[in-house]
């Protein structure tokens, strides 16, 4: 069974903006919280943001604070990242992952999707 699916990445110019989408299992987006990480070669997985299970409450890494929204559809278990004003560092792989609990520790998620790749040219 495939839990989550990433779609939406390209390649894009600096200001322009993408919407990341994350098509999850019953089991997976029912664990309540969801969260958007990104990863470059030889560099740990980051977080970027996280929705949670109570009041669909964000949260967001200093880097992509006011540019970046998280969002969900509980109606057809899909987590949105909406990136605006992309800059040539946000550039990476991006992960849908699903948690039991709120955090930005990657290590307490325990279901990752494939990854999308995101890649912004200056």
């Known amino acids: 069974q495939v839990d989550l699916v990433e779609s939406g990445g390209g390649l894009v110019q600096a200001g322009d903006s993408l919407r990341l989408s994350c098509e999850a299992s019953?089991?997976?987006?029912?664990?309540?919280?969801m969260g958007w990480f990104r990863q470059t070669p030889g560099e740990e997985r980051e977080f970027v943001a996280t929705i949670g299970k109570v009041a669909d409450l964000d949260y967001y890494s200093e880097s992509v604070e006011g540019r970046f929204t998280i969002s969900k559809d509980k109606a057809n278990n899909v987590v949105y990242l909406q990136m605006n004003s992309l800059k040539p560092e946000d550039t990476a792989v991006y992960y849908c992952?699903?948690?039991?609990?709120?955090?930005?520790?990657?290590?307490?998620?325990?279901?990752w999707g494939q990854g999308t790749q995101v890649t912004v040219t200056s």
């Open positions: 019953e089991r997976t987006f029912n664990l309540g919280n």
């Open positions: 992952a699903a948690s039991p609990r709120y955090s930005v520790d990657p290590r307490q998620y325990h279901y």
